[in-house]
């Protein structure tokens, strides 16, 4: 009889340690299957349910979105300054050589110095023009371009504005009497260089005095500058 209860106590408590070990094993295999699950669901930055690696990446979108609208910003910011620059350099690239074609040349003789003539251009055109250089005179029956007086070079390219003008003096003949070969001319074209100081174009017919003016091998020309009193000394 003892010996019939020990067995059944020792099978009781056999079957216990089993459950308690069943129960042990279902605890540990639920702990791990926790711990290989995604992540909590948080709250983004942006309202939106996201897990916590996600936040990272939503973090990443935010700071991408973020640069995205600062490039945006940074090129509507560009834009302006581009317009800006633009502006600038549409004005940059809005100023034209000056020709014939915007502008109106003008010759007179003046009193003093003597044997000068003065020529004037004048922008009649809607858009600043640059006066490269100095003008290639061809006067009536002359065999070559006067030369220029490298004195008068300005330090910058001569620029008119819409209405400006802008100024080239003329040493007709030698007040001397030095120069040789002279002779009365009563035609005068005025040839414009671009920016490659090149002379373009057919030229500009000018209009002389009727009597026309007399020149001779001392026939030399100014740059074109912004000052009448510059080119003339």
């Known amino acids: 009889m003892s010996n019939t209860v020990f067995r059944r106590r020792t099978a009781l408590l056999t079957a216990t340690f089993a459950a308690a070990a069943s129960l042990a094993l279902t605890a540990c295999g639920t702990s791990q299957d926790t711990g290989t699950k995604s992540p909590p ?3 983004a930055d942006n309202g939106i349910s996201s897990t916590a690696t996600p936040k990272t990446d939503a973090g ?4 991408e979105a973020s640069g ?3 490039a945006v910003t940074s090129k509507s910011g560009g834009g302006s300054t581009t ?5 600038g350099s549409n004005s940059t690239s809005s100023i034209v050589t000056c020709t014939g074609a915007n502008t109106k040349v003008t010759a007179q003789t003046v009193s003093r110095p003597l044997n000068h003539l003065l020529l004037t251009v004048k922008n009649t055109g809607s858009k600043t023009c640059y006066l490269y250089g100095y003008p290639a005179l061809n006067f009536q029956d002359a065999q070559s371009v006067p030369p220029v007086d490298e004195d008068t070079q300005p330090q910058a390219v001569t620029t008119l504005s819409p209405g400006q ?3 080239a ?3 007709l003949a030698a007040a001397d009497g030095s120069g040789s070969g002279g002779y009365t001319a009563k035609t005068l074209s005025v040839i414009f260089q671009n920016r490659a100081l090149d002379f373009v174009g057919s030229g ?3 209009a002389l005095p009727s009597k026309g003016v007399y020149v001779d091998s001392s026939l030399t020309t100014s740059y074109w500058l912004t000052n009448p009193s510059d080119a003339l000394n």
């Open 68 to 70: 995205t609208d600062a």
């Open 169 to 171: 003096g003329v040493l």
């Open 83 to 87: 317009a800006k620059g633009s502006s």
């Open 41 to 43: 669901t948080v709250a």
């Open 165 to 167: 003008s802008g100024y």
């Open 60 to 63: 990443n979108t935010k700071a």
């Open 204 to 206: 500009v017919k000018v």
